[in-house]
Structures are given as C-alpha cells and as structure tokens.
C-alpha cells in the first residue's frame, strides 16, 4: 500500500487511539479521545479546524476511520454507541506503524468482498459498505459510518428555521432538568435567546439564559465574549448551543478563568445529546456481519 500523502492517512492515528483509550481508563467518549490524541501530538488549532466536504472535522473524522478499523478487528468494543472502549484483546494490543498498516489491509480486503457480495443485490450507497480500495483512500474525505449516522441528524436540525431550532433547543433543556423554559429569541436581547431554572436541590436554583445559534460554521472567541457580557449579572450560568462549531480560542475564551464560564454545546455534542434522550429518534437494532471470526473457519 502507497503511504503517499492523503492516502490511508488515518493509519497514523491508529496506536495513538490505543493509548488514548489506555490512558483514559479504557473507555471514553469520542471527543476526549479526539482531545487527547490533538494534545499529545501538539495538532496545531488550524489542523483541527480544517473541515471536509461533510462539514465534518478532517482530523477527528480520520480518527474515527481508524476506530472503526478496530472495530472490525476486534479491538474495540462498539456496543455502547458514542462511547469507544478497548476490548480485552484492545487493552494488551501495542500495534506498530506497519501491523496498523497491514490490520487496515486486511480489514479492507474482507470489506471489499463483503461489498462485492452485496453489489450483486443492489446498489450500496453509504460510507459503511464503500470498497476495501475506496475506504483506504483519502478517509478525511469520506464519511466514517459513525460520523455519517451523526450527520443525517445534524443535517435535519440544520434545517430548522431559527424559530423553530430555538423551540427546539426549549425542549432539549426541559429534558435535561431545566424548568420554566422561556424563549425570547425575538426580543434580540443582546444575544440571549430564553432562560430558565435549574435546581440544585429542594433549596437551591441558579438561573440560566441560553443562546441558540443554528449555523455551520464556527462560533468565535468574539461572539462567545459578547453572549457572557450579556450573561454577566443577569444570571448563574450562561449555555451557547449551535448546530457548528467553537473554535479553539472561542473554547479558551469561554473557560477563561477570573469570569463567569460559559457551557459550549457544538453539533457534536448536540447529536450526543438528542441520542442520549432518544429525543426525536427511533432506535433500530442492525446487525453486521463479523468477517475477522469467519477467517478462522476457511
């Protein structure tokens, strides 16, 4: 396999993927993993912001192309969906650059015949079922099956109109425990787009205004600042929510230490979110056939 520039480009994630998971207990969400990975190899903020056809992260995509890889080998565990966990056979599993190398190759290979299976009842036309070639080509540029799933959803809020994302955005916050949800998004008070109550205990409430941003594109530093102003002695507790993204200064600027945080909620951990209530999904059981176990039997 050529190891030329944009192909099978995710391999070199895939050790680090190992680690992470190791040294985050054997188990994490995908962002941490993500996170971790971009802090010990110093990813430069530019590289993490770099976004692919999909409007997906090319950087976190590719991570989890080389997740799924693990998946089908048997490394990790895929049960719990948006959390990665490293199997039994994972957590001693310490591969060089060529055993990921040769790991994806075989992979693929069972991938491409499990698509020319496939093919001969009909047409396959998501990322999952993609051939063992195209899947080893330029993966920033294709859909990981994870991230696609996760996309027809942020697709569908995507295409609220703003009123109605905000409405939405209402719901959401109920479902989480915030109590007497107002919107007042048409009011443009200074970027704040309703408020609510969130009980600590029998005793205790803090209040919470929220913005609601449906874009996709990123949020910056300068607009996370002025939703905080206008947070800053109205209320506890300030929650930005978009259908985009934060990029790396906007996360700083909002944990800033000396003033009042304000909580992030992008389009990933929104899907998160939605997924974890069922809030508008229908859960549907798939199975997919484990190529790896049939191999011992041939």
């Not at 770099?50 to 080389?66: D, L, M, T």
């Not at 990322?127 to 080893?136: D, L, N, Q, R, Y």
Request: charged share 30%.
């Amino acid at each position: 396999m050529a190891r030329t520039k944009g192909k099978a480009e995710f391999v070199k994630w895939i050790p680090l993927l190992l680690d992470a998971l190791r040294a985050l207990g054997g188990s994490a969400e995908s962002r941490e993993v993500c996170d971790w990975i971009a802090n010990k190899v110093n990813l430069p903020n530019e590289e993490r912001e770099k976004r692919n056809k999909f409007n997906i992260s090319r950087f976190e995509n590719q991570v989890h192309w080389g997740r799924q890889y693990l998946v089908w080998e048997g490394l990790l565990d895929s049960s719990r969906r948006g959390v990665w966990t490293l199997s039994q056979a994972g957590t001693k599993a310490h591969l060089t650059e060529e055993q990921c190398y040769e790991l994806v190759r075989r992979q693929a290979k069972l991938r491409k015949g499990q698509s020319s299976s496939n093919a001969k009842g009909a047409e396959q036309t998501t990322s999952a079922t993609k051939t063992g070639a195209e899947i080893v080509g330029d993966t920033a540029e294709i859909e990981s099956p994870e991230t696609a799933e996760e996309g027809k959803l942020l697709e569908v809020l995507q295409s609220l109109s703003p009123d109605g994302f905000e409405r939405l955005c209402k719901r959401l916050l109920h479902e989480y425990g915030l109590e007497k949800v107002v919107v007042t998004g048409k009011s443009h008070d200074g970027g704040i787009d309703g408020n609510g109550l969130l009980r600590l205990n029998p005793f205790v409430t803090m209040k919470v205004l929220f913005q609601c941003k449906k874009i996709r594109t990123s949020v910056s530093r300068a607009q996370v600042g002025d939703f905080r102003n206008a947070v800053m002695g109205r209320a506890d507790k300030g929650i930005f929510i978009t259908t985009g993204w934060f990029s790396p200064d906007a996360e700083k600027e909002a944990n800033r230490e000396g003033v009042l945080q304000i909580e992030l909620v992008d389009g990933d951990r929104l899907v998160e979110l939605f997924e974890s209530k069922q809030l508008g999904l229908r859960r549907k059981e798939v199975f997919e056939v484990d190529y790896s176990f049939f191999e011992q039997f041939k």
